[in-house]
């Protein structure tokens, strides 16, 4: 099956610093991609939408500065979080969509990636 | 875009089939309903997705009724590995802007 790639898986930073974070599609070509954030024991929480050549759709109260999307392929997606603080420790996921067909198609997740800042 | 509702926490036995029964009132004309799988530090997994009636692959079943207000994941013979939060969405999956409302999921426990 189709695979989404997410780099790192974990990282860790002091307060301030950026953290760029990777979604890559390895076997298909994904138009669009999505960001997630997942905090303990919560659900997954949609942050932006990420259209191949544009910018990205954020949603509401998500931070465009704050949280910079670029997708600058139709295989990859970055997500960097800008002066990192410790409220922005979270569990990051992308994923990615492929159609099958009229109407159906699937989401493909990436590993997620654990951002702890000190 | 349908809300879902499903029971927060399951607890099961190896071996034994596990039904989890997802609500969806408002479904949509164009809305699939799929079921995902999730590990603790890991990114979803993909299981099922149906439209209507039953569907059914090598890990699960869908069944959907007739008026689709509702679904029930099959999950036959469950292990201990099977463990995880598992998830209902529904949504319109036609377009590039499909945005899927995640709920609490539902913690399933497999005891030996």
């Known amino acids: 099956g189709a695979v989404v790639s997410q780099h790192p898986s974990r990282v860790i930073c002091k307060s301030g610093t950026s953290v760029k974070i990777e979604c890559r599609s390895l076997?298909?070509?994904?138009?669009?991609m999505f960001w997630y954030r997942q905090f303990p024991k919560q659900s997954l929480m949609l942050m932006a939408t990420?259209?191949?050549?544009?910018?990205?759709?954020?949603e509401q109260g998500v931070e465009k500065d704050k949280f910079l999307i670029n997708h600058a392929s139709l295989t990859l997606s970055t997500l960097t979080v800008t002066s990192a603080h410790p409220e922005d420790s979270s569990f990051y996921i992308c994923s990615a969509s492929r159609f099958s067909g009229e109407n159906t198609g699937e989401l493909f997740f990436g590993e997620g990636s654990r951002l702890t800042v000190l | 875009l349908a809300k879902t509702t499903q029971p927060i926490s399951m607890d099961s036995y190896e071996g034994q089939e596990v039904n989890i029964t997802c609500s969806h009132n408002n479904i949509a004309t164009n809305d699939y309903i799929t079921w995902y799988q999730q590990f603790p530090s890991q990114g979803p997994r993909f299981i099922i997705q149906?439209?209507?009636?039953?569907v059914t692959n090598e890990v699960a079943s869908l069944f959907i009724p007739a008026d689709r207000k509702s679904s029930t994941l099959s999950l036959p013979r469950v292990s201990l590995s099977d463990t995880a939060v598992y998830y209902c969405?529904?949504?319109?999956?036609?377009?590039?802007?499909?945005?899927?409302?995640w709920g609490l999921g539902t913690s399933l426990a497999v005891n030996p």
């Open positions: 969405l529904v949504g319109d999956l036609a377009g590039n802007n499909r945005k899927l409302i």
């Open positions: 990420s259209n191949e050549g544009s910018k990205a759709t954020y």
């Open positions: 149906g439209y209507k009636t039953k």
């Open positions: 076997d298909f070509q994904a138009t669009t």
